[in-house]
């Protein structure tokens, strides 16, 4: 056994006799807060419960007596009160310097310097907290701490047996549960849906913490891990998006986790310390949810929201409680609400009935989100508190194009929903009709537009929407849901299957792109160790150089599955000249080695880059002869102009795209290149807004490569523009800026009727 596994038994066993003696409760808390002080040294040790809402002090070895059942403060208020809101530990050498720390004068704490504290956990939510203090200034040790983690999962039993606390009060004393409550997160999938709110999991209810026989308990585990990795295996096999797509790797990175040899071994030294099995399970959870919050690197975050969405499942196999509202069946149209959710778990619903997703965790690169953006599902995720604002039967209002949603609307709030979907089904239909609609404006100007992809589900939408091509495949996609490295052989499969489905439509193959916000745990050097910032760091073009082995890998899969076909590459993050260079030149070694191999080859090959380093707009006229194509990178080339980090929340909406400095910067673009024969595109969200479009097209871009939903959207804003009139008013704003060139682009489209939102 561990040290903490040995801590914590030498209290279970104490506190065992304690729970079963005739003591009262109130008595039965005295007991415990001795023993725990005893047990940890600890000059102090508190239990806090919640009543009527608020955390009253209830027992207290340390404190002044007198303040017990007279101290009391809100969920939320003090280091207590913050332990309580987050339901996350808290463990300080020095509590007067935190921000949350609040004095209590009647308990006599003004001494005591450390304090740690984990939350009582019942229902997923906290009940109370279980606090520890010592005069000297130092950290509690992590077996400390995971001994008063142990310990509190125990007092959550004796408190709800002891009907300390009043369950039903847990819901019906929220005031965020009455009334229509609109709740904000961030839009994963887009989309609108309505329907009834739908509790993923069935709350599982841990009656017995304790174990009486430990072997017995290592048992019930055993058998329920058999259990779950069958039905793994068996949803895996029943998958329904094909053969060897991203979905498949997908489950293939859950199923490993199913098999991980750590994770047994956390559950059964959480068994050798005296819980039962499900407590265990529920021991190892909680600390899984306080480390992903912990979490810098979103790519492991998301590895170890699959590992809970496991978690989940085994605690229910093993309680016996294994029905979910998948299992269940759906009754009618309903909006998912969850903490996170695997894509195993997904996929097993009824895609008839399951309109819309609400998650308390989640991002864009969630693996979730890749199956929910296949299905069509539209999916709101970062939700903080979800379960707190939402009821099991809520009506809820999923409006996946802002990234908010209403919980018990008002009949005014529904009929404004529900126009507005009407409005979308009929707009949609309208972008629809436009698929054989070639893009040229009101004075013949014939524009390109193009869709962005990086999934081969993603390739339908090509001739739905009626795009000219794929202007900008991410080929990291397939990298970043694979367990490890993509064999060759996969990636010529996937890029030919790319290129069957474009047919005669250009494709062109951005080089993996990974480093930064995208980092791969299987590529140490993807993971930007110690970068202050992962962006400007080791990434793209940068770090494939450095891994020869991997873009030569790619040179070849993509020349074997473009054989006989012309094949477009372009490199992502080109800083200088020479790094296009030596890209090109590993591709050409790849194409004189398959052609001494007498291997079919590619008809033709059109290297171009990504301008998004703006130092490479200086030396263009050095790079230009050398390319076939260039393709703007808005996304990071505005980042890096404004020097404002777009995954700071509070630069997002600070900078416009539509402003002088980024407008003269792309116009200057086109001016260096004017004459070259190379063609000059944009490919990026800027370009999927219609406002913003129709600044690029003033500026003089002819070529647009964006997201499918947009693409019906500016082919419609084409059609309405004259491009020659909007040429000559970009030109005037950029040599005399208005103090708003938006609203001045805005209000020249309107007196037009131009719809820009």
Not at 114 to 126: D, H, K, L
Not at 141 to 160: D, G, H, K, P, R
Request: with cysteine.
């Amino acid at each position: 056994m561990t040290a903490a596994t040995n801590a914590a038994r030498t209290i279970l066993i104490r506190l065992h006799d304690v729970m079963a003696s005739r003591l009262h409760a109130q008595a039965k808390l005295n007991q415990v807060v001795e023993i725990i002080g005893e047990s940890l040294n600890s000059e102090v040790c508190s239990i806090y419960l919640l009543r009527e809402g608020m955390l009253e002090l209830f027992a207290t070895r340390g404190l002044n007596q007198s303040a017990v059942h007279v101290t009391r403060m809100a969920v939320g208020e003090g280091l207590t009160g913050t332990i309580a809101e987050n339901v996350e530990t808290l463990n300080l050498a020095e509590a007067a310097a935190h921000p949350d720390f609040q004095y209590r004068p009647e308990t006599g704490e003004e001494k005591f310097h450390s304090f740690a504290g984990v939350p009582i956990v019942r229902r997923e939510r906290a009940v109370g907290v279980l606090c520890v203090q010592h005069v000297d200034p130092r950290r509690y040790e992590e077996i400390e701490i995971e001994a008063l983690q142990t310990v509190a999962m125990v007092l959550a039993e004796l408190i709800s047996n002891a009907d300390l606390i009043d369950e039903e009060d847990l819901d019906s004393s929220n005031p965020a549960l009455s009334g229509p409550q609109i709740i904000r997160g961030l839009s994963l999938v887009k989309g609108l849906a309505s329907g009834v709110a739908v509790y993923h999991q069935p709350r599982v209810t841990i009656e017995q913490v304790v174990a009486e026989d430990v072997e017995a308990e290592r048992q019930r585990v055993y058998l329920a891990f058999d259990k779950m990795r069958e039905q793994i295996d068996r949803m895996a096999s029943q998958a329904e998006f094909g053969v060897g797509g991203e979905h498949e790797e997908v489950l293939k990175t859950y199923k490993m986790f199913a098999y991980d040899e750590g994770w047994t071994r956390r559950i059964n030294e959480a068994i050798d310390s005296g819980l039962t099995a499900e407590a265990a399970i529920e021991r190892v959870q909680q600390r899984t949810r306080m480390r992903m919050r912990q979490i810098d690197d979103q790519l492991l975050a998301e590895r170890m929201h699959d590992l809970e969405d496991l978690a989940n499942r085994l605690l229910r196999i093993v309680s016996g409680q294994l029905g979910t509202a998948a299992t269940k069946g759906l009754r009618g149209d309903a909006v998912l609400i969850a903490r996170n959710l695997g894509p195993a778990e997904l996929l097993e619903y009824d895609k008839r009935r399951l309109k819309g997703v609400i998650l308390e965790e989640g991002s864009l690169t969630a693996h979730v989100v890749i199956v929910a953006r296949a299905m069509g599902v539209p999916v709101l995720g970062r939700v903080r508190g979800l379960r707190g604002l939402v009821r099991e039967g809520d009506e809820i209002l999923l409006d996946g194009d802002t990234g908010t949603a209403t919980a018990r609307p008002t009949v005014a709030m529904q009929e404004a929903f529900e126009a507005r979907f009407a409005r979308n089904k009929e707009r949609q239909a309208a972008y629809a009709r436009l698929r054989d609609v070639s893009p040229i404006s009101r004075d013949g100007k014939r524009i390109k537009v193009m869709m962005n992809a990086g999934l081969r589900d993603d390739m339908p939408m090509l001739n739905l929407t009626g795009a000219d091509g794929i202007g900008l495949f991410r080929t990291e996609f397939q990298f970043l849901v694979a367990a490890a490295l993509p064999a060759r052989e996969r990636q010529t499969r996937l890029y030919r299957d790319v290129l069957d489905a474009a047919g005669d439509r250009p494709v062109v193959f951005r080089t993996v792109d990974v480093g930064g916000d995208k980092a791969l745990p299987y590529l140490r050097e993807s993971n930007n160790e110690g970068d202050e910032n992962p962006a400007m760091g080791w990434r793209a073009l940068r770090l494939a150089l450095e891994r020869e082995g991997l873009l030569k890998a790619q040179a070849r899969a993509l020349m074997e599955a473009a054989a006989g076909r012309t094949l477009h590459v372009m490199f992502p993050l080109v800083s200088e000249p020479w790094e296009f260079d030596a890209a090109r030149q590993v591709f050409e070694g790849q194409r004189t080695y398959l052609k001494g191999q007498k291997k079919p080859l590619p008809e033709a090959i059109y290297y171009g880059a990504m301008l998004e380093v703006p130092a490479l707009a200086e030396v263009l006229d050095v790079l230009i002869p050398k390319l076939s194509f260039l393709s703007i990178g808005t996304n990071d080339l505005t980042q890096f102009l404004f020097a404002a980090d777009r995954a700071n929340p509070k630069l997002a909406e600070r900078y416009d795209w539509v402003s002088p400095s980024i407008l003269r910067f792309l116009r200057r673009v086109l001016d260096n290149t004017k004459g070259s024969g190379v063609d000059v595109g944009v490919c990026g969200e800027m370009g999927g807004r219609r406002l913003e479009a129709l600044a690029l097209l003033g500026v003089g871009f002819r070529r647009l490569s964006i997201t499918p939903a947009a693409v019906g959207p500016i082919k419609e804003l084409i059609c309405k523009v004259d491009i020659s009139e909007i040429r000559a008013a970009m030109e005037n704003w950029l040599h005399n800026p208005p103090v708003s060139l938006r609203a001045e682009l805005k209000a020249w489209a309107d007196e037009r009727g131009i719809e820009t939102d």
